[in-house]
T-cell receptor
Framework: SQELEQSPQSLIVQEGKNLTINCTSS?????LYWYKQKYGEGLIFLMM?????EEKSHEKITAKLDEKKQQSSLHITASQPSHAGIYLC???????????FGGGTRLMVKP | DVKVTQSSRYLVKRTGEKVFLECVQD?????MFWYRQDPGLGLRLIYF???????EKGDIPEGYSVSREKKERFSLILESASTNQTSMYLC?????????????FGPGTRLTVL
């Protein structure tokens, strides 16, 4: 099993609907990073969370890190086709230089 | 804006060939990373470098080597390419020398080994 679990693995939503992607670990997340990847391309950095209870928003995307720093959620409000892609969470779980990544969530938005 | 570039977007090689994948970043970052991404397996770290001429093995270094002669350039080398090395290769860089920091990724190289 992976040290960082993402759910769901894939998601199909109707345009305009809200959705949530989760990223969970049994270990403390010293830094939690959300990335978006368009199909066949590199990762684009979205947001970073470090403090328990922290919440950040950018346009229609909100990311939260729980108080225990073991779970993060990414919430998209009023989804649009431009939100389609693969969302990956990456976390520093060893208090070091490296990130461990979740398996990714493939999001499809139907117009 | 941080810019990370990779030498090729798509590459097709034959089994046994020596393959070089190059990555360049323009933000004077200390750390550079090579990952491969495969369906169902996510991103897996191959090697990383925290300084010129310094390298550390990641989770799956077998069959790969790296070179970092200049701070801005990090090369991944497949000494003798095999079909199981067909994958998407992603390079990343980050600033911090202690503690994880935001990693910025290149566009990826999709390598096919025939």
């Amino acid at each position: 099993s992976q040290e960082l679990e993402q759910s769901p693995q894939s998601l199909i939503v109707q345009e305009g609907k809200n959705l949530t992607i989760n990223c969970t670990s049994s270990k403390t997340l010293y830094g939690l990073y959300w990335y978006k990847q368009k199909y066949g391309e590199g990762l684009i950095f979205l947001m970073m969370l470090q403090k328990g209870g922290e919440e950040k928003s950018h346009e229609k995307i909100t990311a939260k890190l729980d108080e225990k720093k073991q779970q993060s959620s990414l919430h998209i409000t009023a989804s649009q086709p431009s939100h389609a892609g693969i969302y990956l969470c990456g976390a520093d779980i060893n208090a070091g230089n490296m990130l461990t990544f979740g398996g990714g969530t493939r999001l499809m938005v139907k117009p | 804006d941080v810019k990370v570039t990779q030498s090729s977007r798509y590459l097709v090689k034959r089994t046994g060939e020596k393959v070089f994948l190059e990555c360049v970043q323009d933000m004077d970052h200390e750390n550079m990373f090579w990952y491969r991404q495969d369906p169902g397996l996510g991103l897996r770290l191959i090697y990383f470098s925290y300084d010129v001429k310094m390298k550390e093995k990641g989770d799956i270094p077998e069959g790969y080597s790296v070179s970092r002669e200049k701070k801005e350039r990090f090369s991944l080398i497949l000494e003798s390419a095999s079909t199981n090395q067909t994958s998407m290769y992603l390079c990343a860089s980050s600033l911090a020398s202690a503690g994880a920091d935001t990693q910025y990724f290149g566009p990826g190289t999709r390598l096919t080994v025939l």
